[in-house]
RNA sequence: CGGGGUGUGGCGAAGUUUGGUAUCGCGCUUGGUUCGGGUCCAAGAGGCCUCGGGUUCGAAUCCCGACACUCCGACCA
């Protein structure tokens, strides 16, 4: 068919070659264009708004546990960032550096921010005196730099948008319980407005933010089976406090150094619903964060009063609260059902004469393609239950697809060998020795993703040394 | 940063082996037609063939170099 043949064209099927597939989608839904400096990409307003309703949603979040933002310098001195050893180890190795035409040569050198960790700390050993001033909760948008080897669009950009929360606290555990409170705020963005299942856990030595002394993450599957690190959580203790000579004053009046958490995600997140959710013909918006919700088309739109009554459902459903948006373009309706399945809008409301006839209209589904007849006094209860079930049903396939690609292993020879044939997330026994998880990427090719929090509990062998242990961790190949 | 692939109107390609002044499809513009799954017809616009050197009477084509994109590794949100 000649449908079928267009659509080939405009995009890689997924199975057969799954990155190219995802840069089809991401080039055609017009989410992102290249720009002239490799690395640095151009949201486009379609791939933006996504980013614009994560952040709105959010940020409201944030507000509501007590954060506020501010804006932090784009320029980090050399001195700040060297402060910290862990830090600039993980970090310089990308950093840009800025030179200004007539500058002194002599003068200190600055890096283009990384991430904003020393900045922060910088201020706060101006700003922190007394137990009174804490805790801070500080939050900030904006883009950073990471001169990446290699760049993609969405996963890794050399500039990306992000949020970095960075807090001060007082003691110890209440720093764990901001770093453990915010990785399950972003774990319900993740699930219950993206729709994408997520493995919580921490992370080893090995793989946790430079300077930190416990990472925490979500890991997410996507569809080609490999992991997505979609939001992480850290806290540093008070080694920064210490290299940065943050102290107050606790009521005891002696000098304590204060406890500090970083957290963040970026655009790197559409990336994932995009490879979660994604299929053949595009792109699948999650219901609860995409920019347009439906669609309405007018069938046949040159007969009578059929453009008029379409405009009114337009009318209607952005009333109801749905984010809605109408075609009137001289396009075919071919075109139009194609086009908005690239785009993943969740549902295309269709109108013509023969409906009006019956008093209904056509409403069609991103998830299933499956189409309904609707009454017209139910379009806004049916588009909004309509959209939560989307949501449901898009989380439980992602959630399955999660389930049925997760396996246990006892020895690495099990876990190369699932991975050979299959792919996905391996649980096996570790025993907490970083030659075991460096030697697992060697004879396995896989890296920790997490030691996850749901625990078996039961004792067992290393996977790769034997050794009697309990712990449980998570391996997959990372994007 | 190592290994492969690619670079030709906005997009996708042919042409490159065997040098002779650029072709096709989609899209775009205009007019008509059609409209319940990428309508059809007609007329148009649009390209220093990624960039820089070289060879040649003549280069998209041959030679050297650079850059970019892309895939696979290593590194990282």
Redesign the pocket.
């Known amino acids: 068919?000649?449908?079928?043949?267009?659509?080939v064209?405009?995009?890689t099927p997924r199975d057969k070659?799954?990155?190219?597939w995802?840069?089809d989608v991401v080039?055609?839904a017009e989410l992102i264009d290249?720009?002239?400096?490799?690395?640095?990409?151009i949201l486009r307003p379609y791939g933006y708004a996504i980013w614009e309703n994560i952040m709105h949603q959010q940020d409201a979040r944030y507000k509501e546990l007590g954060h506020e933002n501010v804006a932090m310098p784009m320029l980090i001195p050399e001195s700040l960032l060297l402060k910290e050893a862990e830090h600039v180890a993980?970090?310089a190795?990308?950093c840009a550096w800025v030179t200004f035409g007539g500058s002194d040569p002599l003068e200190e050198r600055l890096a283009i921010r990384?991430?904003s960790e020393t900045l922060f700390c910088d201020h706060w050993a101006r700003t922190v005196t007394s137990w009174r001033d804490l805790p801070k909760l500080y939050n900030q948008w904006v883009s950073?730099l990471?001169w990446?080897?290699?760049?993609?669009?969405?996963?890794?950009?050399?500039?990306?948008y992000?949020q970095e929360g960075h807090t001060i606290h007082a003691t110890p555990e209440e720093a764990m319980h901001e770093t453990e409170q915010m990785l399950e705020v972003y774990a319900d963005l993740c699930e219950n407005w993206l729709a994408m299942p997520v493995v919580r856990g921490r992370k080893t030595d090995?793989?946790?933010?430079?300077g930190a002394e416990r990472?925490y993450?979500l890991e997410c599957m996507m569809h080609d089976k490999k992991a997505?690190?979609?939001?992480?959580s850290h806290y540093f203790g008070n080694g920064f406090a210490k290299q940065f000579d943050i102290t107050f004053t606790n009521k005891n009046n002696e000098q304590e150094h204060p406890y500090q958490t970083s957290w963040?995600i970026?655009?790197?997140l559409i990336?994932g619903i995009i490879m979660v959710h994604g299929d053949d013909?595009?792109l699948v918006m999650p219901p609860r964060i995409a920019p347009v919700q439906a669609v309405v088309?007018?069938?046949?739109?040159?007969?009578e009063g059929?453009t008029e009554a379409s405009r009114e459902l337009l009318a209607r459903l952005k009333k109801a609260g749905i984010r809605a948006k109408i075609d009137e373009t001289?396009?075919?309706?071919?075109?139009?059902?194609?086009?908005y399945?690239?785009l993943g809008y969740p549902l295309?409301v269709?109108?013509?004469?023969?409906?009006?006839?019956?008093g209904q209209?056509?409403i069609?589904r991103r998830d299933t393609?499956e189409?309904y007849?609707v009454a017209l006094e139910d379009l806004e209860s049916k588009c909004a239950s309509l959209l939560d079930e989307i949501h449901d049903n898009m989380y439980a396939a992602a959630a399955k697809r999660l389930e049925e690609n997760t396996f246990y292993a006892e020895t690495w020879q099990d876990v190369d060998e699932i991975m050979e044939e299959k792919g996905g997330f391996v649980i096996t026994k570790w025993c907490g020795d970083q030659d075991c998880e460096l030697d697992m990427?060697d004879m396995a090719?896989v890296?920790s993703r997490c030691i996850p929090f749901k625990q078996r509990g039961t004792e067992g062998k290393c996977a790769i040394c034997g050794k009697t242990c309990t712990t449980d961790i998570m391996w997959g190949?990372?994007?």
């Open positions: 068919m000649a449908q079928d043949k267009k659509q064209t405009a995009i070659d799954f990155a190219q995802f840069t080039v055609k290249y720009s002239s400096v490799k690395g640095m990409f993980g970090f190795p990308e990384p991430t950073v990471r990446e080897k290699t760049s993609r669009p969405f996963l890794r950009h050399r500039e990306f992000w090995k793989e946790k933010f430079a990472t993450t997505l690190q979609s939001g992480t963040g970026s655009t790197r990336g013909n595009g088309i007018p069938v046949a739109a040159h007969k059929v001289d396009n075919s309706f071919g075109w139009k059902a194609a086009q399945e690239m295309r269709e109108l013509g004469p023969k409906d009006m006839e019956k209209c056509c069609a393609g189409k007849f990427k090719g890296s190949v990372a994007y």
